[in-house]
């Protein structure tokens, strides 16, 4: 079973920064496309962005130049650079395959408050 790890994530002021990571134990992690989500309370997940194989990079209009996706595939990893954040940017992120999803990770929590 594939586990997903996310780190990263706290709390920060409006116009900060941060940088999340994803670590999936599988060896498949170079084949595969990965992205990342956020959801917040009694909504669903939301992709923001996602990388394919090759490392091509899909960003989604709502975090369209604040946001950057990057891998290292040999530390079977993925990031999300969050920059100019604003307290909407407040959620749990996740990553995944979005493909073929794997189990869910915990996420990691990222709060945008002054």
């Known amino acids: 079973q594939v586990q997903l790890v996310e780190s990263g994530g706290g709390l920060v002021q409006p116009g900060g920064s941060l940088r999340l990571s994803c670590t999936a134990s599988?060896?498949?992690?170079?084949?595969?496309?990965m992205a990342w989500y956020r959801q917040t309370p009694g909504k669903g997940r939301e992709l923001i962005a996602r990388?394919?194989?090759?490392?091509?990079?899909i960003i989604a209009d709502s975090v369209q130049d604040r946001f950057t996706i990057s891998r290292d595939n040999a530390k079977k990893s993925v990031y999300l650079q969050m920059n100019s954040l604003k307290p909407e940017d407040t959620a749990v992120y996740y990553c995944?395959?979005?493909?073929?999803?794997?189990?869910w990770g915990q996420g990691t929590q990222v709060t945008v408050s002054s």
């Open positions: 995944n395959n979005p493909s073929q999803p794997w189990t």
């Open positions: 599988t060896w498949v992690f170079p084949l595969s496309n």
């Open positions: 990388i394919t194989a090759t490392g091509m990079p």
